[in-house]
């Protein structure tokens, strides 16, 4: 699976539907489930003890991706927007990058990976946030997003639903948590492929002494020659754990939501602009505050799996 994707941003096609030959379509489901795998380790990277794999799913054949088009996703980022240059920086927005046209009050974030704990407390620090007792939960949110969700709540509770977070570690997260988990596949990996003589001993005492956010693409690079660092060793690290910084509850405009299952749930949710923006992680929602209709128009794209909805950015 390469990483190599030296492209220039493409300009969307406005307002036009693409045919696509099946080949082609297959070739994007096949980008879209490695994406989609990508995705599943969004919300799961931070805290082991939470990571619940059991609501990934895999992208099924009947997946659709809509085509028709109308709004240009690089036009909407926020100003001062920091386009990553490097294949794992763009992979990463291609991927998470929904939550970057977050609207109604919202701040997203500027940066696809946050570099380090200070980076990330610097960034929360800015924002309007608040805290409330949510089944019995801290939830943590950029205000206008809690205030979507408490709408969204009085709407359920109304229609006899509950909204809950499903764990204590559901909406804000820091960044020190998802530096454990990758250093858990990092260490074991170079221990392997030094005994394999595939890396030399320098070489990966080199690696490990990098900061997290400078071992990302140093371990990508490994695993272009097959040197994996999964916990499988046979696959890449990007399918056991998000790199570090890059998970969109930092941005605290994300709820990993208890109810998940509930399409009355999601429907409420999504009225009150909270939508599933992460391929294939179920119970993953974000916080774009604007209605269904303007999503396409802000450069996202419909992709239905497992029965579900999710906006992606239409790159
Ligand atoms: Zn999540």
Redesign the pocket.
């Known amino acids: 699976m390469g990483l190599r994707r030296d492209r220039v941003p493409p300009i969307p096609h406005k307002g036009i539907f693409i045919k696509r030959a099946p080949s082609e379509i297959k070739k994007m489901k096949l980008l879209f489930l490695f994406l989609a795998t990508l995705a599943g380790i969004?919300?799961l990277s931070t805290g082991a003890n939470t990571a619940d794999t059991s609501a990934i799913q895999p992208i099924s054949d009947d997946m659709t991706i809509s085509e028709t088009v109308s709004g240009d996703f690089y036009k909407n980022l926020p100003a001062g927007f920091e386009m990553p240059k490097d294949d794992a920086g763009l992979l990463l927005l291609r991927e998470y990058g929904a939550v970057f046209l977050a609207r109604g009050g919202a701040k997203p974030p500027t940066k696809v990976v946050f570099r380090d704990e200070a980076d990330v407390i610097s960034f929360q620090a800015e924002l309007a946030a608040t805290s409330k007792p949510i089944g019995g939960v801290k939830v943590e949110l950029q205000a206008a997003a809690m205030n979507a969700l408490s709408n969204a709540i009085t709407e359920a509770a109304i229609a006899g639903l509950a909204i809950e977070p499903r764990g204590s570690d559901?909406a804000r997260r820091g960044y020190d948590q998802t530096v454990g988990l990758w250093a858990s596949r990092v260490n074991p990996g170079f221990v392997h492929w030094v005994g394999k003589g595939r890396v030399t001993q320098a070489e990966a005492n080199r690696i490990k002494a990098l900061s997290p956010y400078l071992q990302v693409p140093e371990i990508l690079k490994l695993e272009q020659q097959g040197i994996y660092f999964a916990r499988s060793l046979d696959k890449s690290i990007i399918y056991s754990v998000a790199p570090p910084g890059t998970s969109?509850?930092i941005s605290m405009l994300?709820?990993?939501v208890k109810q998940f299952e509930n399409a009355k749930v999601r429907e409420i949710l999504a009225n009150n602009g909270w939508f599933q923006t992460?391929v294939s992680?179920l119970?993953?929602f974000t916080f774009l505050g604007v209605k269904k209709t303007e999503l396409p128009k802000l450069g996202l794209k419909e992709v239905t799996n497992s029965g579900r909805t999710f906006w992606v950015p239409n790159i």
């Open positions: 969004a919300c559901s969109q509850h994300a709820l990993d992460v992680d119970p993953h």
